[in-house]
């Protein structure tokens, strides 16, 4: 079968892409690519926001390809787009051309991408199911009594929902073949605008935690599993050889989450001599000092934490299960063996009031990682947020694609949307706007490049607070 594996086009355009200047790979188009790919099928990979297309260049490059079965990536902010970019190939490719959608939004909102036109959902992990349906359909189209037998689908027949059982995760991860980068534009993958030889790695799945507002646990399950040290590296000993990469950035949430495997993979970075450096997400209630510094030693240049609040009371009823006094401690060792780290803060819990943001904004300060992300809380399908602000009706903007972390589409019992955004602006102005930040990355030679991205986001933010104001005036 002639498959095509694509993003929707036009999403370059949404903020998420527009704001950062990020260009990172599709992995999970990859690796699916990679399994059909093995399986004896042709399949064709468009990355539409990483080359920047447009939908009317984007049909024209479907047709030309003439595929046998279309299949979509959705996350929640790109599904919109995602829906108009199926009536587009109905309209010009005609209904006999199955439609697949996977990824985190369908998965959880399966009914709805079966509502606006997709013919099957791939719910979860989707390798195996998609070969199979792939394989299924190539032998018997669309014939419900043989989806039927596909675990972990949803499709609609005769007027119904159809949803199968759900498919087993996949516990050997190193039987799954390394993701088809020879189907991307490599070249054109960068990080902060400029072309840098990076490549992006998934070194397991999963995460036990279950954090309200995050989707990982309930897309990728609650056991975590890695594939093995020598996979890993094999895998970053040929991007290194294929693609002369020096610099790898871990994909999982929570990279160091088992030691055992973290010290097995430096352990084979050094047998090989592989001269990389790496970033990875980590928890503050997993580190040492020494643990940091084995890191710091071996390659990792950035560790990305997720903090989230300055307040004790929200880090529990949120499901974090980290304590205040363990991010301090962590950024303290940061300092002490001059490393770099990124801490990661969420404004806008539903209980919270202006002054326990305010709080979390004072304790980024204090922590004064080498950058801070703060974002918004967003209500993502799938997770017990969602269920949360559906329940008590906090949810004011339904507009799937605002739903990045940046615009703030839900209300709190004590704050207003347009308030939360307001705040988001006071805590990027508070953290990064200090004497002693900006002369120490002006030091490091960073500060122009991260001055950017601010510039581009604070505007973004200026020029809709703007746009409202004349709307309403």
């Not at 014939?143 to 087993?168: E, F, H």
């Not at 991307?184 to 072309?195: A, E, G, Q, V």
């Not at 399908?381 to 990045?404: C, M, Q, R, S």
């Amino acid at each position: 079968m002639r498959v095509l594996l694509t993003l929707p086009p036009g999403i370059h355009r949404l903020e998420i892409y527009r704001i950062t200047g990020m260009k990172a790979p599709p992995l999970g188009l990859a690796y699916l690519a990679a399994v059909l790919e093995e399986a004896g099928h042709k399949v064709k990979i468009i990355d539409t926001p990483t080359l920047e297309m447009e939908p009317d260049e984007w049909i024209r490059e479907v047709k030309s390809w003439n595929p046998d079965i279309i299949g979509f990536s959705l996350l929640t902010p790109t599904a919109p787009r995602g829906y108009k970019a199926v009536k587009l190939v109905k309209e010009e490719l005609g209904d006999d051309i199955p439609v697949i959608a996977g990824g985190p939004h369908p998965s959880f909102m399966f009914e709805e991408a079966l509502k606006n036109g997709f013919d099957i959902v791939v719910i979860g992990e989707g390798e195996y199911t998609t070969r199979e349906l792939v394989d299924t359909i190539e032998k018997h189209g669309l014939d419900p009594d043989k989806l039927a037998d596909v675990k972990g689908i949803a499709y609609r027949y005769d007027g119904k929902v159809q949803v199968t059982p759900p498919r087993p995760l996949i516990t050997n991860l190193d039987e799954i073949p390394w993701p088809a980068r020879h189907l991307l534009p490599m070249d054109k993958y960068m990080l902060f605008n400029k072309p840098i030889h990076i490549a992006h790695v998934m070194a397991g799945r999963g995460c036990p935690y279950g954090c309200m507002y995050c989707s990982t646990s309930y897309f990728w399950g609650r056991r975590v599993r890695y594939r093995s040290p020598q996979n890993v590296a094999d895998e970053i000993e040929f991007l290194v050889n294929k693609y002369k990469v020096k610099q790898i950035v871990f994909v999982d949430d929570e990279f160091t989450l088992v030691k055992r495997f973290v010290y097995g993979f430096l352990e084979e970075l050094k047998k090989r001599k592989l001269d990389i450096q790496f970033a990875c997400g980590a928890r503050v209630d997993h580190m040492t000092k020494q643990y940091m510094k084995d890191l710091y030693d071996n390659g990792c240049v950035v560790l990305y934490f997720g903090v989230e609040s300055g307040s004790q009371e929200t880090l529990d009823r949120i499901g974090k299960k980290i304590t205040l006094d363990q991010a301090r401690r962590v950024f303290q060792w940061v300092k002490e063996l001059k490393g770099f780290a990124t801490g990661s803060f969420i404004l806008g819990f539903p209980w919270e009031t202006i002054d326990d943001m305010k709080r979390t904004v004072d304790f980024a300060v204090e922590l004064d990682p080498n950058y801070a992300q703060f974002t918004v809380l967003t209500p993502y399908p799938g997770t017990p947020l969602f269920k949360y602000a559906v329940e008590h009706n906090l949810i004011e903007d339904w507009n799937w694609e605002h739903y990045t972390t940046i615009k703030p589409v839900m209300r709190g019992f004590n704050f207003t949307r347009d308030q939360l955004g307001k705040m988001i602006r006071y805590a990027y102005r508070k953290f990064y706007l200090r004497w002693g930040f900006i002369y120490r990355e002006m030091k490091a030679g960073r500060f122009f490049d991260l001055a950017g991205i601010l510039t581009k986001e604070l505007f973004s933010w200026f020029k809709e607070s703007i746009t409202h104001y004349l709307r309403w005036r």
